[in-house]
């Protein structure tokens, strides 16, 4: 059996539809290869496949014979070990952030999964500073129905802080990273950008993750998302201001 390697493919032509990548990722699952493919904005489409090296040939080969392409480039690069061949770029469902006073003034994570709701309290909030960990507990996955509500309850109020679709990342296919305890995802919320990580760190009665901001451009060290964007993109409202109550200007009281 030979070596792992991996590839890093970039190629060029006619090849902005989403046929092309599905294509492509199911002729790599056929020869048994890993990694991932995305459309870029030039539009050419990048590629990093992992597996062994007559099966990369085989890939390239096949590539080259499309009348669809016009070039191929490859060069080898870091195999990563991934455990899956995906397609990235796409949104895989929606995510949700409300800012909940409850009991406890906390935010509610949620991520579509497969068709469940997927849900973690984090009580400070995210951060896009990737120094910030931010402790969150998950809670029991709920209706998809309650995703987009806000307005007040029996005993506190809730806004939608954030909302947006997002992309499943990572080298391990979901829902298995997450139950794995490591899942990487890249949302596009109005307020929260880019790569984030959930990473278990107990079992028990009480899950307990850690969510952190990627390293990646669209971190922002040395910021308080919270803090500085308090109100609903639903509304525009802040919570105080839902709850009847006088707006901290929680940005300001920080500095
Ligand atoms: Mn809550």
New binding site residues.
């Given amino acids: 059996m030979s070596d792992l390697i991996a590839a890093w493919i970039q190629i060029t032509g006619e090849v902005s539809d989403i046929a092309v990548r599905e294509e492509l990722r199911d002729r790599a699952n056929g020869l048994g290869l890993r990694g991932w493919i995305r459309l870029m904005d030039d539009p050419t489409l990048s590629l990093h496949t992992e597996g062994e090296s007559n099966a990369i040939q085989r890939l390239i080969t096949s590539l080259e014979k499309d009348p669809r392409i016009e070039s191929v480039r490859q060069e080898p690069v870091k195999v990563e070990k991934h455990e899956q061949f995906a397609i990235r770029g796409i949104p895989a469902g929606l995510f949700v952030v409300?800012e909940?006073q409850?009991g406890t003034h906390?935010f509610?994570l949620r991520l579509e999964v497969g068709g469940v709701t997927r849900s973690w309290?984090v009580p400070k909030g995210p951060s896009l500073n990737p120094s910030d960990k931010r402790f969150a507990v998950e809670a029991d996955n709920h209706d998809l129905a309650d995703d987009g509500f806000e307005g007040t309850t029996p005993d506190g109020a809730a806004i939608v802080w954030d909302r947006g679709p997002y992309e499943q990342g990572g080298r391990v296919a979901w829902p298995e990273a997450v139950e794995r305890g490591h899942a990487v995802f890249v949302l596009h919320g109005e307020k929260l950008k880019g790569g984030f990580a959930l990473q278990r760190t107990r079992r028990g009665a009480q899950i307990q993750w850690l969510l952190i901001k990627r390293r990646d451009e669209r971190a922002q060290p040395g910021s308080d998302i919270v803090a500085e964007r308090p109100r609903s993109v639903e509304s525009g409202r802040t919570l105080d201001e839902l709850l009847g109550r006088p707006t901290v200007d929680r940005a300001s009281q920080t500095q």
């Fill in positions: 409300h909940h409850a906390h509610d309290t």
